[in-house]
């Protein structure tokens, strides 16, 4: 028997902690969990699947409208936001339970309480409990960033956002990232007027700079407003209820609702990481190498919690590739270059590999092609928005070096076209390729 209780002690049952669990468990490990809210994590709970349904729920705004234009018969609509948010929260509570399902199936136990370090291989429960592990891995994850000024209480985060008790008719967000833009599109189309302030005056840094200008020219056309250089000074809750909010370079604006989508900050705090010697990043996360482990070589991280790429499907391949490594006796390492990534804003907007920008300082010369087109479908209902699609190459291979697209369906069409890149295809793979016609996504293979 071994001298552990446990081979794994897992600190956090997301979606890298979870997946990391099921797979030790499957070679043999003897494994136990802890999670102190609910199993799921973030993405599950309260961030990227049930913000998904609530764009699901957005999209109907405009489809809803442009069907007339197909010959449908639409009455008057209404909205319901608390009917959305209900059954938004009960397919979480699902969720939550499918993923507690999988790991009782695998045998991991779990523990539904707080979990801190109290050396290189023992953790302490929230109750008093002491336990040892022969490993122990940290998936804790991040939470969302609160700015520090007078009156930031009085606003909200992507974590209370799914439990507003009703909808607010005027919403200012700061923050111009994904979740910002994202939670613009949702509120903007359920009828909310949106305001959206950053302190730089671009949106979306570290997309590609065509893409983005796009979605910030549709953005404003459809009437979101946005306020540049603005820095927050203060937030009153007035006598009414409403919420006036002071900014730099701009005048105050009343709101019923502030959201904070300023970035998310690593969970290392408190967990007792100074008892096993671990060592954190300047921006607080845990420094980990290519194969998860931490300084102290018996603790590992996956996830957001070590801040490499703060995306579900990342943690998950990190917590795999941990498992496998470290129990499966199968060694193999996550390669963070070339992740597809995609915005669900109004319309959705995708990407991967590098810009336009990144190509130029790492290459020099490349060449780019695209496609400015307006969708079929946006033609019949009348609509003007268009689609663009990008595509960069080196200009002395013809290699694709990024993919990066705005327009209806574009995460959709952009995973297939992630692996064309990560295999390192050419321009001349995708000119050889018959269109799918007619589709939105034959564009990707008549590029000019």
């Known amino acids: 028997m071994s001298d552990f209780d446990y081979d794994l002690f897992v600190i956090g049952a997301g979606s890298g902690g979870v997946r990391a669990a099921r797979i030790a468990a499957a070679h043999g490990a003897r494994v136990a969990i802890a999670e102190e809210y609910r199993v799921g994590g973030t993405c599950v709970i309260r961030g990227c699947?049930?913000?998904?349904?609530?764009?699901?729920?957005?999209?109907?705004?405009?489809?809803?409208?442009?069907?007339?234009?197909?010959?449908?018969?639409?009455?008057?609509?209404?909205?319901?936001?608390?009917?959305?948010?209900?059954?938004?929260?009960?397919?979480?509570?699902?969720?939550?339970?499918?993923?507690?399902?999988?790991?009782?199936?695998?045998?991991?136990?779990?523990f539904h309480e707080r979990a801190t370090i109290t050396g290189p291989q023992s953790v302490r429960l929230a109750g008093g409990r002491d336990i040892s592990a022969r490993v122990l891995l940290v998936a804790t994850g991040a939470h969302p960033q609160v700015p520090d000024f007078p009156g930031n209480a009085h606003?909200?985060?992507?974590?209370?956002?799914?439990?507003?008790?009703?909808?607010?008719?005027?919403?200012?967000?700061?923050?111009?990232?994904?979740?910002?833009?994202?939670?613009?599109?949702i509120f903007h189309e359920f009828g909310s007027k949106?305001?959206?302030?950053?302190?730089?005056?671009?949106?979306?840094?570290?997309?590609?700079?065509?893409?983005?200008?796009?979605?910030?020219?549709?953005?404003?056309?459809?009437?979101?407003?946005?306020?540049?250089?603005?820095?927050?000074?203060?937030i009153e809750k007035l006598a009414s209820g409403t919420l006036r909010?002071?900014?730099?370079?701009?005048?105050?604006?009343?709101?019923?609702?502030?959201?904070?989508?300023?970035?998310?900050?690593?969970?290392?705090?408190?967990?007792?990481?100074?008892?096993?010697?671990?060592?954190?990043?300047?921006?607080?996360?845990?420094?980990?190498?290519?194969d998860s482990r931490t300084s102290c070589p018996s603790i590992?991280?996956?996830?957001?919690?070590?801040?490499?790429?703060?995306?579900?499907?990342?943690?998950?391949?990190?917590?795999?590739?941990?498992?496998?490594?470290?129990?499966?006796?199968?060694?193999?390492?996550?390669?963070?270059s070339?992740?597809?990534?995609?915005?669900?804003?109004?319309?959705?907007?995708?990407?991967?590999?590098?810009?336009?920008?990144?190509?130029k300082q790492r290459y020099g010369t490349v060449k780019v092609y695209t496609s400015d087109f307006r969708p079929m479908k946006n033609v019949l209902a009348g609509r003007n928005e268009r689609a663009l699609y990008k595509m960069v190459c080196d200009a002395s291979t013809g290699r694709i070096l990024g993919i990066h697209m705005i327009g209806p369906d574009s995460a959709e069409i952009l995973q297939a076209a992630a692996v064309a890149v990560k295999a390192g295809l050419t321009k001349e793979a995708f000119d050889q390729t018959v269109a799918l016609h007619p589709t939105m996504a034959e564009e990707l293979v008549l590029l000019r």
Not at 95 to 106: G, I, P, R, V
Not at 217 to 229: D, E, L, P, V, Y
Not at 338 to 344: E, K, L, R, T
């Open 155 to 185: 606003g909200i985060t992507s974590n209370e956002v799914f439990h507003l008790p009703e909808l607010p008719a005027r919403v200012l967000i700061a923050g111009a990232g994904y979740i910002a833009n994202e939670f613009a599109g």
């Open 338 to 359: 070339c992740i597809p990534n995609a915005v669900f804003s109004h319309p959705p907007l995708a990407g991967v590999g590098l810009t336009e920008s990144q190509a």
């Open 300 to 336: 590992y991280a996956v996830g957001d919690v070590t801040n490499r790429v703060q995306l579900t499907p990342v943690a998950i391949r990190e917590g795999h590739a941990f498992a496998d490594t470290v129990f499966g006796g199968k060694p193999w390492r996550v390669d963070h």
């Open 245 to 290: 909010v002071e900014m730099t370079n701009h005048d105050a604006i009343e709101v019923d609702c502030v959201l904070f989508a300023t970035g998310r900050v690593p969970n290392t705090a408190a967990l007792g990481l100074e008892a096993a010697g671990v060592t954190l990043n300047d921006d607080g996360a845990i420094a980990v190498d290519a």
């Open 194 to 234: 949106v305001t959206l302030i950053n302190r730089s005056d671009q949106i979306l840094r570290g997309y590609d700079e065509q893409i983005r200008d796009r979605l910030l020219q549709i953005s404003m056309t459809k009437g979101i407003n946005f306020r540049f250089n603005a820095r927050l000074l203060g």
């Open 49 to 110: 699947v049930p913000k998904k349904l609530l764009v699901y729920g957005a999209h109907f705004a405009e489809d809803l409208a442009d069907a007339r234009c197909f010959g449908w018969d639409v009455p008057e609509t209404r909205f319901d936001w608390a009917k959305l948010r209900d059954n938004v929260l009960a397919e979480v509570d699902r969720l939550n339970q499918a993923y507690t399902n999988t790991l009782d199936s695998h045998d991991v136990e779990i």
